[in-house]
């Protein structure tokens, strides 16, 4: 039979000490906060700058072209010949029911027109466009 040591090395501990846990989390929380903005989309397009703007993406199906006229949907690369079509079996398959279109400022006023048209010739009538602030002037007290 197995004896119990009166002495014990090493003294139960009463206590949790939980300053790792809170390290832990707090580093997640500052890894999130950073790479959160940068998850909206993978394509880079550099909006047109208005007054009165919305850069924030809430959720939906959203088309973007880039500067060279590609057309993508959700981030996958889609010809004009099938666009109709992909983009209302992606408006479908969305719980939320509304297109944003993000447009490379370089990109010309008919692509756009084009591509919206082609939007509601698919029957979406919800059509959001995505432009960004303009950057804010200093303003000098002289």
Known sequence: MRRKRENRLYPKMHDINVTNLVDVVLVLLIVFMITAPLMQSGIDVNLPETRMADATLSDGVVVT?????VTYIDDRVVELDRFQ??????????DIKQVFL???????????????G??????IIEVGLVTKLPAQEETTNE
């Not at 072209?65 to 006229?69: A, N, V, W």
């Not at 079509?85 to 969305?94: G, K, L, M, Q, S």
């Not at 082609?118 to 029957?123: L, Q, T, V, W």
């Open 65 to 69: 072209i880039d500067e060279r006229g």
């Open 85 to 94: 079509a992909a983009v209302r079996r992606a408006y479908d398959e969305n």
């Open 102 to 116: 993000r447009a490379d400022e370089s990109v010309t006023h008919g692509v756009v027109v084009d591509v919206m």
């Open 118 to 123: 082609r939007i509601k010739n698919a029957g």
